[in-house]
T-cell receptor
Framework: DAGVIQSPRHEVTEMGQEVTLRCKPI?????LFWYRQTMMRGLELLIY????????DSGMPEDRFSAKMPNASFSTLKIQPSEPRDSAVYFC????????????FGQGTRLTVV | GESVGLHLPTLSVQEGDNSIINCAYS??????FIWYKQESGKGPQFIID?????DKRQGQRVTVLLNKTVKHLSLQIAATQPGDSAVYFC?????????????FGKGTKLSVIP
């Protein structure tokens, strides 16, 4: 398996533009997580899906952020409109189950909003 | 809320020496712990895990120790190599309804001196 695949690896956009980050989890994993990593706040959980259903989105910072998982092999995280403070590395991770198993992380998308 | 923290933000070790990275956790209900390694430009990579019914677990060159009495976790790396240079995160997986969520510490940067 190729692991968790994220795209793009890098994204530079202007403030106010829409940004869409993509993730392909490991086949057979039923849990998917979106994390954001910054120097100040470390790794923060944004949203968690189980069997394609959003279970906990309490970490999503604002209504500008939305996430979808239309099927077991694809998820998106969208920011609209983007702001400079959204600049961070966004990670997607998947795990076999939702309880007490390790999460496998993708390479991340480095987002820069100017 | 309760959180996971690290004693030492940076650690420099001579190549060939053993490294010890420490982590304190405050959620006594946590029952699963993971150590991740993150190299520059990459996503966190699973190293080793331990469940609360154990106090020690060994992998290849790595050992994790869990002291539930003082809520302390450590990662020991034997014969540290330049390739071990990275940021190391401990993470805890709480019990019960929030058990899907990994709470990450801020990380410790390990630098190996050749």
């Amino acid at each position: 398996d190729a692991g968790v695949i994220q795209s793009p690896r890098h994204e530079v956009t202007e403030m106010g533009q829409e940004v869409t980050l993509r993730c392909k989890p490991i086949s057979g994993h039923n849990s998917l997580f979106w994390y954001r990593q910054t120097m100040m706040r470390g790794l923060e959980l944004l949203i968690y899906f189980n069997n394609n259903v959003p279970i906990d989105d309490s970490g999503m910072p604002e209504d500008r952020f939305s996430a979808k998982m239309p099927n077991a092999s694809f998820s998106t995280l969208k920011i609209q409109p983007s702001e400079p403070r959204d600049s961070a590395v966004y990670f997607c991770a998947s795990s076999l189950t939702s309880w007490n198993t390790e999460a496998f992380f993708g390479q991340g998308t480095r987002l820069t909003v100017v | 809320g309760e959180s996971v923290g690290l004693h030492l933000p940076t650690l420099s070790v001579q190549e060939g020496d053993n490294s010890i990275i420490n982590c304190a956790y405050s959620n006594s209900a946590s029952d699963y712990f993971i150590w991740y390694k993150q190299e520059s430009g990459k996503g966190p990579q699973f190293i080793i895990d331990i469940r609360s019914n154990m106090d020690k677990r060994q992998g290849q060159r790595v050992t994790v120790l869990l002291n539930k009495t003082v809520k302390h976790l450590s990662l020991q790396i034997a014969a540290t190599q330049p390739g071990d240079s990275a940021v190391y995160f401990c993470a805890e997986n709480g019990a019960g309804a929030g058990s899907y969520q990994l709470t990450f510490g801020k990380g410790t940067k390990l630098s190996v001196i050749p």
